[in-house]
């Protein structure tokens, strides 16, 4: 009798040759020490960068890369700076770039700041300031740079988690606005420092404080920005904005002031060789006029409009030189812009062209 062959065993998983286990090992060994040294370049760059200013309660290495606690970077006594302090996070992490390290770079992967505070200053012509004590100084050679200069450096992303911005508009008036923008949810990047010489991409989400509780809007912010040539493609969009915590703005346009209301708004701005393109849709809702007219439209015409309306749509574009110091609309489009709004509400008014230029550069423009 022929005996029955029995199946063969499963084959034993293969393994690694001992080797190759050690090759690895060896491999991520070397990647470790690199990851260290790069943090400990890091680490070095940043107490050097933030300049005499700053204040921190504890720089070190941590998981992820260089954390950085109790960070406060103040304004320069003198300077007009609207805020006691330019910068204020509780907790930032700094992670380096590993692979730019392995090719002998300086780089940095991401940062990110957790529960922080800025505070941004646009002047009376319309440039807006950002971190002067960071970003206003040029870059310098390591062999050449002193404490607090600031060096050559691309940075991945920066993450805004939680962040309060306060928002300073001196081309309003004076002292400046202030507007308040909070819980801010940003991914920013790549930078490069300080030429922001490429394409920075920006995706947004802030909420707008309004006059009361309760009155909150939110603003949405995606696209690229070009720091040095001021190129851009950005989708803006604004939701349930009080118009009264606009009031500077609105004043422009409501001669008698603005009791109540709210602003939405979608704006699609692109900025090629300094020339600025920007369709928008406004869309003004429950709005209650003070004692004056509104965008050259006597008082009596928008209330009687209103009666019957909750809220006035219009379409627009801004056009404009960014180079040019007045920040002039085309005046085709102007005229076209305040016909649509005057048929609206069923007038037609050269005075409204006025009214929707101001708000409208006030709002975006010089």
Known sequence: ???????????????????ALIGLAG?????????QLAAHRLQREIVAALGPRSEVESVGLAWGGVEILGLRIAAAPGSGWPAADELRAPRVVVAPDLWAALRG???????????????????????????????????????????????????GEVQLRGTEIAFYDASVRRPPLALRLVDMQAQIGPLALPAL??????????????????????LELRGSVTGTTRDAALKLGLRRVDLLALQPYVNQVAEGGVKRGT?????APTVKRQQLHAPGHMTLSRLELGDGNFAGLPRKAMVAFMGKHDRIELDFTLEGRLDDPAFSLNENLATRVASALGNVVGLSVEGVVEGVGSVVKGLFGR
């Open 105 to 155: 770079r300086f780089g940095v992967r991401s940062v990110r700041i957790e529960d922080g505070y800025i505070s941004l200053l646009r002047a009376r012509d319309g440039q807006l300031q950002v971190l002067p004590a960071l970003l206003g100084r040029r870059a310098k050679p390591a062999a050449e740079r002193s404490g607090g200069s600031l060096p050559t450096v691309r940075i």
């Open 263 to 267: 602003l939405d708004l979608d704006l």
């Open 197 to 218: 010489d490429e394409p920075t991409q920006i995706d947004m989400v802030v909420v707008v404080k309004g006059s009361k509780a309760g009155q909150d809007g939110r």
């Open 1 to 19: 009798m022929t005996p029955v062959s029995e199946s063969p065993a499963r084959s034993a998983p293969r393994r690694l040759p001992r080797g």
């Open 27 to 35: 491999v991520l060994a070397a990647l470790a020490v690199v990851w």
